[in-house]
């Protein structure tokens, strides 16, 4: 398997693919400097945690790093995955290389991992290079906790390219045609990173009327609005993206007017945020390791032939 | 060649949507020898030769190669057997050392034996320096990558994948496809001398005479199934039913006792008579022996023919009867 790897490796950081994703990782970057530039003096934001704002805070016109950053990965991701089996089907590489001595499943365990690895090397590049700039420009450095915070940001957002990844490639074995991978797999994001967003009121409507306007009817069909979105793990992914970068949001529900009152307007504790968290994070991994598993026994099942 | 069978299938069986694309197929190779597998379109060749590498299941039968069961224990197989498909594709964007080097770092042999290796590969199947590399600059060269190479030399390439991890049975899916004369007698060369390295070789083709020039068995499919299998040498004789060869011989009112004669020499097989016209089977060229007899016997000899028949008459038989 690690030559796989090695070879997938070499693959991808020779490939223009690879080249066109660095310059993207790099454009959000400095886009994301520019947005915290502009915003982050404007944000009052409690100690322990400005440079965290770095990373969150939005500009003018330009949104914040970790916003363009839930939009980038996925298109990262697809790109890394959406030929891997389909192009050396039809390219007659699969079955010179099923007749090596080679499990099968190490195919697709090692295109897997190379990409993990690519998308790695590129988020460590983006999030070291937002830090040192960053750093550089408000002066301020980070406390532990900040930066406690941001690795966990940062494999959180490892996951979430990897679920892309591995719905690409599970696209790349279920289709022939590599046109048809990449398409199927952009109308997924496209699905989940926007039409998720009109159609949860629609369906909350429809379930959960709010003909009478009473609290009762109105917090139920907003929990239904959310519960629909948390389908889509670009959604999982921006919230929990939220509580671990600001501390400051204290609940990702609704809270009630009287609730709201009583609340103490301080940081969540680092373990807090990780509690609130932690079904986030576990539900991407699942997507994931569901995403690999169901790539995993089409790919096993699968008919080998040159032609 | 050796008594010992390199594979050995009993009714294999291969069935796509409920047609049986491979019969309950019989087949023995023997280790050290080259067999030939023949057969028109769809006749099941590929389908046969995937079961045989565990690329493809049966749905029902047994094979065994080298000893293995390819369901049961492919990578045993695909250690010492080496592939080449119908249509060998190769990673476009790498160079053919780069392409080799992968796969010899699948079978896991060192990066500095894998380039040795190569070099030896490369030349085995003819590939020459001025095949793949390319200038770049007055004097700088670099190697071509496979995206550039022509369909010949992909093909050569793929001979050469096959031989960089040693095998000791190949199978080749139509290997001579898309050689031009010389490439396709290089091949056949390369293909004769393997099994003096120890090496079996199963190949397939359309191409009887590239066939009959290296094969010492071949084994005729039809619809799935063996129509014929045995000996190269032997299997026109009995596929014909009588001799390779057929003089026909015209006399005058020949009588019984010259066609007992003639039936008396010897390697003449069967004799039949055509007005004037003596049809013999034979298993040699006897136009000799039997103008001699027909001359003594005080018969005029008024013209003679001899027809050799080859294993393309049984193959064509076959291939008509579809
Ligand atoms: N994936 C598949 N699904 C259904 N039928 C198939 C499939 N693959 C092959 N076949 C059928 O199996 C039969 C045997 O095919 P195979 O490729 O083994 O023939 P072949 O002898 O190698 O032919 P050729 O000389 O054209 O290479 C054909 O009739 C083909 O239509
Ligand atoms: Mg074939």
């Known amino acids: 398997m690690f030559a796989i790897i090695r070879k997938e490796l070499a693959d991808y950081v020779t490939s223009i693919r690879f080249v066109a994703s660095f310059i993207l990782v790099l454009l959000v970057s400095v886009a994301g400097l520019w947005a915290a530039r502009e ?37 990262i991701g697809i790109a890394l995955g959406f030929d891997a089996i389909n192009s050396e ?15 099968r499943d190490s195919v697709i365990n090692g295109k897997f991992l190379a990409g993990v690895v690519t998308l790695t090397i590129m988020v460590g590049t983006m999030l070291l290079l937002v830090a040192g700039y960053g750093l550089n420009m408000i002066g301020v450095p980070p406390s532990a906790e900040e930066v406690i915070r941001l690795f966990f940001y940062f494999f959180l957002t490892i996951v979430y390219g990897a679920f892309w990844l591995g719905l690409a490639i599970l696209f790349s074995i279920v289709f022939q045609r590599v046109a048809a991978s990449l398409l199927f797999s952009l109308a997924l994001w496209l699905f989940f990173s926007i039409f998720i967003m009109l159609i949860a009121p629609g369906i909350a409507n429809a379930i959960a009327p709010t003909a009478d306007g009473t609290e009762a009817e109105l917090i139920r069909n907003f929990e239904l609005q959310r519960m629909v979105t948390r389908f889509s793990p670009n959604i999982l992914f921006q919230e929990a993206t939220t509580v671990l970068l600001v501390p400051l949001v204290r609940s990702l529900g609704m809270l009630s007017v009287s609730q709201a009152t009583y609340m103490v307007p301080n940081p969540l504790s680092l373990g807090q945020s990780i509690l609130l ?13 569901v995403c690999f598993a169901v790539s995993y026994v089409l790919f096993m099942r699968q008919e080998i032939r040159a032609t | 060649m050796s008594d010992m069978l390199a594979i050995e299938a009993r009714d294999l069986t291969k069935r796509y949507d409920s047609v049986n694309v491979v ?36 749905a029902s039968g047994a094979v065994s190669v080298l000893g293995f069961n390819p369901t049961r224990e492919p990578l045993k197989i695909k250690r010492q057997v080496g592939y080449l498909p119908e249509k ?43 095949e793949i590399m390319e200038q770049l600059g007055p004097n700088r060269k670099i190697e071509k990558t496979v995206g550039k190479f022509s369909r ?25 496809a898309g050689l031009d004369p010389k490439g396709i007698n290089q091949l056949l060369d390369l293909i004769s001398g393997l099994p003096k390295i120890g090496t079996t070789v199963v190949l397939s083709s359309h191409q009887l005479y590239q066939v009959q020039r290296v094969c010492h068995t071949i084994g005729i499919l039809a619809k799935g199934k063996m129509v014929i299998q045995g000996a190269i040498d032997k299997l026109g004789r009995e596929a014909l039913a009588g001799g390779r060869f057929q003089i026909e011989a015209e006399t005058e009112a020949p009588s019984e006792k010259l066609i007992e004669v003639i039936r008396g020499i010897k390697g003449v097989g069967s004799l039949e008579v055509k007005d004037n016209v003596l049809v013999i089977s034979t298993d040699a060229d006897l136009r000799r022996e039997v103008s001699k007899a027909i001359v003594e016997n005080n018969f005029p000899l008024i013209q003679m023919k001899i027809q050799e028949f080859s294993l393309d008459d049984v193959y064509m038989k076959y291939f008509r009867e579809e």
Do not use: C
């Open chain 1, 39 to 75: 915003g982050i003096r404007g944000a009052s934001l409690p100690e322990g945690t400005v440079f965290l704002g770095l990373f969150t805070t939005s500009g003018t016109v330009v949104p914040s790093l970790t916003y363009l950053v839930s939009l980038l990965i996925p298109i």
């Open chain 1, 89 to 103: 089907r039809a390219g007659g590489t699969l079955s010179r290389v099923l007749a090596q001595p080679v499990f």
């Open chain 1, 277 to 289: 968290v932690w079904p986030h994070i576990t539900s991407l991994i699942s997507l994931s390791a």
């Open chain 2, 23 to 58: 019969d309950h197929l019989n087949l023995q190779v023997k280790e050290s020898e080259v067999f030939g597998l023949l057969g028109p379109n769809g006749a099941g060749k590929t389908t046969t030769i995937l079961m045989m590498l565990g690329l493809t299941e049966p």
């Open chain 2, 88 to 130: 060998v594709g190769f990673y476009e964007n790498l160079t053919a050392r780069e392409n080799l080097r992968f796969i010899a770092d699948l079978n896991g042999i060192s990066y500095a034996e894998a380039n040795q290796r190569a070099d030896e590969a490369l030349e085995m199947v003819g590939l020459t320096d001025s």
């Open chain 2, 152 to 176: 010949g030399m992909k093909q050569r390439l793929g001979i050469a994948e096959v031989l960089i991890k040693r095998p000791k049975l190949v199978f080749l899916d139509e290997p001579t």
